[in-house]
């Protein structure tokens, strides 16, 4: 009699040396917050194969205690339909968590930032809520309606504000105006102010990242390409993808050799058939190879597409609340605040903007 395969529930804490808050992103959010008193709208970019870890509470916190909260519209554009990533399940799950929680914002959108078509889906819904809010004053903005595309590192801002401006009728000879790269921290720089509708404009900023980045978050971080290129060994990342595998529901793609016939927990056995079946020299080849696949599914195959990378959306409970995981992660932010005020002096400099937050 054959065993029951049984997954790991738990993923195993390695010692991964997590950057830090880095200056320029602590520039940026300076740079936000002498923004917000012009903002008009703000488009928050999260990535949808990790909706929760790429939910940066930062932004809560300036959009929600700002003096012109009640004047800033906000909506979450999910990214990541441009290499096949998403499906209905996921996009029906991601739903559920902005509509069963009481307080979570309803205003979502899901595009392919290199899409022309998804492009001018976020053209009209800018330009829908420019109209609303020039009916309410009753008059056109005599500076324009400033938009700002925020988000985590490499999740497609810059590449969606090329877009924009591509789409644009009056605007089609312009040249790309916002860097773009397959590396975390290509945007160094928040932007002057970029037209993308005749009276309206959006700022560029760069990927602001985690203040407080706990081991458990790092790993998808990691996957989605918001942190560099070797932050995570990629064998603790190749083991940390096959945990997630293992964790969802089967379906018709096998994702690695022997999935459906010989399920396993261990990672080099993986690689192992990798290398048999072609798809690599060596294990350290297939593991970079796989691990690439999965990072950028270019050919959109659904065999390296449709899987979460927070496992609080694979792990079998009914208990997640999405109201309590804000909370918590705003008291890790205190926590932080607190902290970093224990240990100022040489590292102050980078984290004066927190402050500002509370």
Not at 333 to 350: D, I
Request: glycine share 6%.
């Amino acid at each position: 009699m054959s065993k029951v395969f049984l997954p790991r529930y738990v993923f195993p804490i390695h010692n991964i040396n997590i950057p830090s808050f880095q200056g320029h992103q602590n520039k940026a959010i300076n740079r936000i917050i002498q923004l917000l008193p012009q903002l008009n709208l703000i488009l928050e970019l999260r990535d949808i194969r990790a909706p929760l870890t790429t939910h940066n509470v930062i932004f809560d916190k300036l959009i929600n205690e700002s003096k012109r909260s009640d004047l800033i519209d906000r909506v979450v554009v999910y990214t990541r339909q441009d290499s096949g990533s998403v499906n209905n399940s996921m996009r029906k799950k991601i739903d559920q968590l902005h509509k069963v929680e009481g307080n979570i914002l309803q205003n979502i959108e899901f595009i392919d930032a290199r899409s022309s078509k998804d492009a001018r889906l976020i053209q009209n819904l800018i330009r829908n809520f420019q109209n609303k809010y020039e009916d309410k004053l009753q008059r056109p903005l005599p500076l324009g309606y400033k938009v700002l595309i925020a988000g985590p590192p490499n999740v497609g801002k810059s590449t969606l504000i090329n877009s924009l401006r591509r789409v644009s009728n009056s605007l089609r000879s312009q040249k790309k105006v916002a860097k773009t790269g397959g590396q975390a921290g290509v945007t160094r720089n928040t932007s002057e102010l970029i037209r993308i509708l005749p009276n309206a404009y959006v700022v560029d900023t760069p990927g602001v990242g985690f203040p407080v980045l706990p081991h458990h978050r790092a790993l998808p971080l990691a996957l989605c390409g918001s942190l560099k290129d070797g932050v995570v060994d990629p064998f603790i990342l190749t083991d940390y993808l096959l945990y997630l595998i293992n964790l969802h529901p089967l379906g018709s793609h096998e994702r690695y050799p022997g999935q459906f016939k010989d399920p396993t927990n261990d990672i080099y056995t993986v690689l192992e058939r990798l290398v048999k079946q072609g798809q690599g020299t060596n294990i350290n080849d297939a593991c970079n190879r796989w691990l690439n696949k999965w990072k950028h599914n270019k050919t959109s195959d659904p065999k390296y597409s449709g899987l979460f990378y927070d496992p609080e959306l694979l792990l079998p409970t009914s208990n997640f609340s999405y109201d309590k995981y804000i909370i918590d992660e705003l008291k890790n932010l205190e926590g932080f605040k607190l902290n970093w005020e224990r240990n100022s002096g040489k590292r102050a400099k980078y984290f004066n903007m927190v402050n500002d937050l509370f």
